[in-house]
């Protein structure tokens, strides 16, 4: 089971550019990176998912180095609705089912005028 | 399209009490379900997820179980509530053999009193 590291907690203002690293040293051949966004009172929403190299959407883009035992969620431009809990997700595998997804600790990012 | 359905939005027991929250996914066969807590403050926890009817894996000891008495259907239940289990319950599926992301209900706030 691939366990991830992310720092507790993050500021930022708006109109910044905010990158969020989370370590995955135990990452596993199949497995995917996955981030989300979660609001107070709220399931947590996809944002990114990637293998390697980069990834971008519409909303951020997802750096992997070759080694993948990391990787940096990168927003854009930042605004205050941004100010959410973001978590860094590493499959468990994902031929077959029996996946047992596992978050880690999230990063409170806070994103103030 | 697919969605999923977690009831109730809110629930108020005392201690000692029996609990029942019910998921539904719609649109979908043979989902990965899951059902995740999250203590005030705090991270998502996995307490237990299903690959298929009647199979069910617990992540943490405790006095919550989960059934799958139907496909679509996860079950998650207590015969006597402690404090402790006051929390923000949230159900989620993916897709059975490849999972891409995945998909939360707008989960159940319980408070133990």
């Known amino acids: 089971l691939a366990k991830t590291t992310q720092p507790i907690s993050m500021d930022s203002y708006e109109g910044q550019e905010v990158n969020i690293t989370c370590s995955h040293n135990?990452?596993?051949?199949?497995?995917?990176i996955t981030w989300y966004q979660q609001f107070p009172s709220q399931g947590p929403r996809f944002i990114i998912q990637g293998y390697k190299t980069k990834v971008t959407n519409e909303v951020a883009s997802l750096f992997i180095p070759a080694d993948r035992k990391s990787s940096t969620l990168s927003l854009p431009r930042v605004s205050l609705s941004d100010t959410a809990v973001y978590y860094c997700?590493?499959?468990?595998?994902?031929?077959?089912?029996?996946?047992?997804?596992?978050f880690g600790t999230g990063t409170q990012l806070k994103v103030e005028l | 399209s697919q969605t999923i359905h977690q009831w109730p939005a809110t629930l108020v027991q005392p201690v000692g009490s029996p609990l029942s929250l019910e998921c539904t996914v719609e649109?979908?066969?043979?989902?990965?379900l899951y059902w995740y807590r999250q203590a005030a403050g705090r991270g998502l926890q996995l307490l237990f997820y299903?690959?298929?009817?009647?199979?069910i894996s617990s992540e943490v000891p405790q006095n919550l179980s989960a059934s799958r008495p139907q496909d679509r259907q996860f079950i998650l239940s207590s015969k006597k509530l402690l404090l402790s289990d006051s929390g923000f319950y949230l159900c989620a599926w993916t897709p059975g053999q490849r999972w891409e992301k995945l998909f939360f209900g707008s989960g159940t706030q319980l408070s133990v009193l």
């Open positions: 299903s690959v298929g009817i009647g199979q």
């Open positions: 135990n990452i596993a051949t199949n497995d995917y």
């Open positions: 997700l590493v499959g468990d595998g994902f031929t077959g089912g029996g996946n047992k997804l596992t």
């Open positions: 649109g979908t066969s043979n989902p990965n």
